[in-house]
T-cell receptor, first 111, second 113 residues
């Protein structure tokens, strides 16, 4: 079956530094990718997405990079803030509008 | 925030009892999904709906049933709850048009003793 995984289960960064969270996916048919942020006790919150015909997309303080050759996705957070502390996970979509989710990386921002 | 309400938010029940979780949306989206979230696993799809009375199974559908009689409501039923169904359950919606993400409710924490 589909497998979307994250390289590191936890990540700690100093406030103000940049954070990079990685994700691998396995299905070449995936055509759309999403990053979510999940805070304790809440549902996943959409951060940024990217289509398979793009390799980079920027938002406010976040950038997603897609490398289809190695089936790798990353989320970069610039100037990480304490409010960025959360679990981050990626999702990819296969034809039929079904999404598959990674297990998540827990980001801790150290003040 | 997407208009998604899950109820109840917390529930404790006993093995063998029936349980129904409700997801209500105000976005008029076509697709609705039920996921469970467990430690060490990503969100896993239980069932989804692509329209009123149109549903299909996900990867972990055993022991669960769903119904969608109205666009805005998607019900998840555990006919006879087991301890392995203790989990956090999330509902999600999407309009299915082009490249649009799913939006999630805040979850239901279900404990089966």
């Amino acid at each position: 079956g589909e497998s979307v995984g994250l390289h590191l289960p936890t990540l700690s960064v100093q406030e103000g530094d940049n954070s990079i969270i990685n994700c691998a996916y396995s299905n070449s048919a995936s055509d759309y990718f999403i990053w979510y942020k999940q805070e304790s006790g809440k549902g996943p919150q959409f951060i940024i997405d990217i289509r398979s015909n793009m390799d980079k997309r920027q938002g406010q303080r976040v950038t997603v990079l897609l490398n289809k050759t190695v089936k790798h996705l990353s989320l970069q957070i610039a100037a990480t803030q304490p409010g960025d502390s959360a679990v981050y996970f990626c999702a990819d979509r296969l034809p039929g509008n079904q999404f598959y989710f990674g297990t998540g990386t827990s980001l801790t921002v150290i003040p | 925030d997407a208009g998604i309400t899950q109820s109840p938010r917390h529930k404790v029940t006993e093995t063998g009892t029936p349980v129904t979780l409700r997801c209500h949306q105000t976005e008029n989206h076509r697709y609705m999904y039920w996921y469970r979230q467990d430690p060490g696993h990503g969100l896993r799809l239980i069932h989804y709906s692509y329209g009123v009375k149109d549903t299909d199974k996900g990867e972990v559908s055993d022991g669960y049933s769903v119904s969608r009689s109205k666009t805005e409501d998607f019900l998840l039923t555990l006919e006879s709850a087991t301890s392995s169904q203790t989990s956090v359950y999330f509902c999600a919606i999407s309009d299915g048009q082009g490249n649009q993400p799913q939006h999630f409710g805040d979850g239901t924490r279900l404990s089966i003793l």
